[in-house]
């Protein structure tokens, strides 16, 4: 048995390999200490080894973890898992966006990742849901089911959300905003996939790839190519760390 | 490991008029942060102790020497570019001095009135000297500026209502017409520096001025080869120490130093010493420069796991690449070749700027590296904008290549720190 976690912003992921497919997966909200929360997830278990990924992966290795890689490496891995002939990932976690090309043999080739701001990333998208009072499940479906759109012009968090404080007050019903969010978000991940290249097939991954209308955007604006989610995308990041595991011990 | 002191002069930073109490809080943290980054590090070579030193008297023994320098008559000059011709300030008896500019300490000072969204090297500058925090910016006689990005030089505007400022006009293009202006404006630096010293530069002055200048360089280029060697000797952080040093040591000292150094490395490349780790992957940084004490991307990358073996940066090969032709006489062609030499330097703020993409490939191939990383300021829009060569000559290469923009700030080590982890996952796999 192997085991991946992925000590992310907002949730740890646990994935659990037992060398053939995924045995059992657990996903809790980080907290204060994220590395408590994945000791507690591991209690009872005996993996032959454990790799870290994620912002808390350093921290992680401190106390438990055999080895550390990279979220980058680690979706990689995931994603050449479901997906063995995908040559691009949109990785769109709580506090960062990444694309991320693969060779064949599935390692990374390139990679951009978003730099010092929440532009783009899904506490963006949960800070705007907050905004327009809706619950982050009810965000996208809304946001899908929303026919009109309005524009959004800033992806700053900060001005953006003046942005749609304005639009609110200008009795602009809330679908419609919604649905801006999400495609402002689209149109920067089409721009960052743009400036890296991308292959005939995209996965979608990371706990954003849940939101229903961000995945129609998504495919919307890069209808010559078909995007695929895999089976649980927040998992995917612990899962290639599992697979890591299993590979290296 | 943890007793590391900048010494305190407060007894001098009070006649200099800074605000003593807040720059003493400045000057504990950048004590603790020297001690993490740097005597942390394991197996340093023994030389490194002067330039420990020169740390530790940053805010004193080295002030204390621009003083009596001045006491003597001798000018005191700072400076913010590698465009200045340090030479002509040597000819006439005086100090060039790199200023403050390098901490995010001083940035909210500048924002008070400076706009936010400009380089942080611009904005941290005018904040040290805003704020009265910067020991170099109270003792000097005056700041010479140049014209080399639009920050600075409407920064100059407003700086010089706290400190005389002085600009030199650096042109844009490398037409014959734009040399033949900057060798005008050279001559009028050396006017300005005559008159502020009080005596006219010789030609015999000038001459000895350009040997210790270009004595200076070959030691950094020197030491820059001797980093080049597999395994390295010296760790990335150390080498750019010394670079940052360069910029506020006594010249000839300074030569002798890095000199003694480089005679203890080659022994430990003879004993075949390395630093940090034979097998270490060897980063070379190019793009702006690191001014003290922005350490981040070194302390990045080195904490990885990988060494830093070059900074393609004005804090850096551009700093002391090129030499002034020595064996030039008459004092209008002694000046046109220290203009030849100056125009060597490839600053993105030129255009065309060919020549910086064919060096930095050159850089790589030199130093032995397996990727570059290209580092540009935050609102350096030329640098910035420079980075779509570089990376399509990497890409043409297949030089592994990754770009960060940044500034002084913490707030984005999360994110650099998991970009480099993978960039060097990248390279090794």
């Known amino acids: 048995m192997y085991i991946g976690i992925d000590l992310g912003s907002r949730t740890v992921k646990m994935a659990v390999w037992d060398g053939e497919r995924l045995r059992d997966y657990k996903i809790v909200e980080s907290g204060f200490e994220p590395h408590r929360q994945a000791e507690k997830m591991l209690s009872g278990l005996m993996p032959k080894a454990v790799v870290t990924t994620g912002y808390g992966r350093h921290i992680a290795a401190e106390y438990f973890a055999d080895g550390v890689i990279t979220e980058i490496k680690a979706h990689a891995a995931g994603i050449f898992h479901h997906f063995p002939d995908c040559t691009t990932i949109v990785d769109v976690g709580g506090q960062d966006s990444k694309v991320i090309a693969l060779n064949a043999a599935g390692k990374v080739s390139n990679f951009q990742m978003n730099d010092k701001c929440a532009a783009g990333t899904g506490r963006f998208l949960e800070i705007m849901a907050g905004s327009l009072a809706f619950t982050l499940a009810e965000f996208g479906a809304a946001a899908l089911a929303s026919e009109q759109e309005v524009q959004i012009n800033s992806m700053c968090t900060v001005f953006a959300e003046s942005e749609v404080i304005s639009m609110k007050n200008r009795g602009i019903p809330r679908e419609h905003i919604a649905r801006a969010v999400h495609s402002s978000v689209a149109d920067r991940l089409a721009s960052m996939l743009a400036r890296l290249g991308y292959g005939e097939m995209v996965a979608f991954s990371g706990g954003v790839a849940r939101n229903p209308c961000m995945v129609a955007l998504l495919q919307q604006k890069l209808p010559e190519i078909q995007v695929v989610v895999p089976e649980l995308p927040d998992l995917t990041g612990a899962l290639g760390a599992a697979l890591y595991a299993a590979q290296v011990s | ?429």
């Open chain 2, 1 to 429: 490991m943890s007793s590391f002191e900048i010494k305190p002069y407060p007894e001098m930073w009070k006649a200099l008029d800074m605000d003593v109490p807040r720059f003493d809080k400045m000057r504990l943290m950048m004590g603790d942060m020297y001690a993490k980054a740097y005597l942390s590090q394991p197996n340093r070579p023994d030389g490194m102790a002067y330039f420990d030193n020169m740390i530790a008297e940053i805010h004193g023994g080295r002030v204390k020497e621009l003083l009596a320098a001045k006491t003597e008559g001798r000018p005191v000059i700072g400076t913010f570019c590698v465009y200045i011709p340090e030479e002509i300030v040597l000819a006439a008896g005086g100090i060039c001095v790199g200023l403050c500019g390098g901490s995010q300490g001083s940035v909210p000072d500048a924002e008070k009135i400076l706009p936010r969204n400009i380089c942080p090297m611009v904005k941290s500058a005018f904040g040290f000297k805003a704020a009265r925090i910067c020991p170099y910016f109270q003792a000097v006689d005056f700041v010479y500026g140049e014209t080399t990005c639009d920050a600075k030089k409407k920064t100059w505007e407003i700086l010089d209502k706290l400190v005389p400022t002085y600009v030199m006009e650096i042109p844009q293009c490398k037409n014959p017409r734009d040399i033949a202006l900057w060798n005008e404006e050279v001559k009028d630096f050396k006017a300005k520096v005559e008159e502020v010293a009080g005596k006219t530069i010789s030609e015999t002055d000038l001459a000895a001025a350009i040997k210790v200048m270009n004595n200076k360089r070959r030691a950094l280029q020197r030491l820059n080869s001797l980093r080049h060697h597999n395994p390295t000797p010296i760790s990335g952080k150390d080498g750019l120490l010394i670079e940052q040093i360069a910029f506020y040591d006594e010249p000839v000292r300074f030569t002798e130093k890095v000199n003694d150094l480089c005679d203890e490395l080659e022994v430990r490349i003879k004993n075949e010493v390395a630093v940090p780790a034979t097998g270490a992957t060897r980063i070379m940084v190019a793009g702006t420069p690191m001014a003290l004490p922005n350490w981040k991307i070194h302390t990045l990358v080195e904490g990885a796991g990988a060494v830093i073996v070059n900074e393609e940066s004005c804090i850096g090969t551009r700093y002391f690449k090129d030499l002034v032709d020595e064996t030039v006489t008459g004092m209008d062609n002694m000046l046109a070749a220290l203009t030849d030499r100056y125009k060597e330097i490839d600053c993105s703020c030129f255009t065309p700027n060919n020549e910086r993409i064919t060096q930095v490939i050159k850089e790589f191939r030199d130093s032995g590296a397996q990727g570059i990383i290209n580092y540009s300021l935050q609102f350096c829009h030329t640098y910035n904008i420079e980075e779509i060569r570089i990376r399509q000559a990497c890409e043409a290469e297949s030089i592994p290549y990754m770009f960060i923009e940044s500034d002084y700030s913490p707030e984005d080590i999360g994110q650099l720190q998991t970009r480099v982890e993978a960039f060097l996952e990248l390279i090794g796999e």
